[in-house]
């Protein structure tokens, strides 16, 4: 899949609407920018704004049958 993180967006307006141009990728954003954007995003994943919504609507309706799912794909894509 494709991460969804505003600061790695290329620079200027989103077409969407969604994103600020501030929010979206710059030269002057650091690693560590860039790092706690992420450990955000995994810490407070954003399940109104998806890019897998079937994924979004399991994690907000059935915690533990997400997790099984989340475990499962993992193996599978690890070979395990």
């Not at 995994?42 to 079937?54: C, I, K, R």
Request: charge should be negative; charged fraction near 25%; hydrophobic fraction near 40%.
């Amino acid at each position: 899949g494709r991460v969804c993180i505003s600061i790695l967006h290329a620079p200027g307006d989103d077409p969407m609407g969604y994103e600020t141009s501030a929010e979206r990728w710059s030269p002057v954003q650091s690693v560590e920018k860039i790092l706690l954007s992420v450990v955000s995003m995994l810490a407070e994943p954003n399940d109104e704004s998806a890019a897998n919504v079937d994924a979004a609507k399991t994690w907000r309706e059935n915690r533990e049958k997400f997790m099984e799912i989340a475990h499962r794909t993992v193996k599978q894509s690890l070979g395990l």
